[in-house]
């Protein structure tokens, strides 16, 4: 073997190794909630104000490769009792059976199933479990960043919207016909591997 073929084997085997790391996607742990993470909800109130709120405790993971998007994937883990709608009254009446029943099903979920977009915004589409019920939805997303952190780990951010209706899931509790929608706007960063706690 020549010293030419030798050099432009080992120059072929270092080209592979650099891209194929690149393409390879990567794992991140989301970060804690209230902090960089937050799922919100808004829903009309008898139809005359919208009424806010946030879920306090939830946790997941999820894939993301900017040169394959269409392998993105995530799943989270929603406490439904950490629901805050700052009121405490009106939490404790949400936890109950009329809406999230929070001792029969004290978790929702949600499971991507597919991506279809580009590297900056696409529609991600799952099943979410929430009050026992399975449901198809498709989540609007808007990636809107990553790199390194001050800590010494990478980071990657998203933000995404959809809109539920509660009767779907079972919550048939009357608030007028304008609050039976519900959106979700959520706000997900990531860790690399692990986040710094």
Not at 44 to 63: E, K, M, Q
Not at 87 to 97: F, I, P, T
Not at 122 to 145: C, N, Q, R, Y
Request: net charge negative; hydrophobic share 35%; aromatic share 10%.
């Amino acid at each position: 073997m020549t010293l030419r073929r030798s050099i432009n084997i080992l120059l072929l085997a270092t080209t592979c190794t650099v891209f194929g790391k690149s393409a390879v996607a990567a794992d991140y742990e989301i970060d804690i909630p209230g902090m960089h993470a937050a799922i919100q909800f808004r829903i009309l109130h008898l139809g005359y104000s919208v009424l806010t709120g946030r879920f306090n405790d939830f946790s997941g993971s999820f894939t993301w490769d900017p040169d394959n998007p269409g392998a993105a994937s995530i799943k989270v883990t929603v406490q439904t009792a950490s629901i805050d709608s700052n009121h405490a009254e009106r939490d404790k009446h949400l936890r109950e059976e009329d809406f999230l029943n929070v001792a029969k099903y004290p978790e929702a979920t949600f499971a991507s199933t597919q991506y279809n977009g580009d590297a900056n915004s696409g529609t991600l589409e799952g099943i979410l479990t929430l009050h026992g019920v399975s449901k198809p939805i498709a989540i609007d997303v808007t990636f809107i960043g990553e790199g390194d952190d001050p800590w010494g780990g990478y980071r990657a951010g998203f933000e995404g919207s959809v809109t539920i209706r509660r009767s779907d899931f079972g919550m048939m509790y009357d608030l007028g016909p304008k609050s039976d929608e519900m959106q979700l706007d959520l706000y997900i960063e990531g860790c690399r591997d692990t986040c710094q706690k």
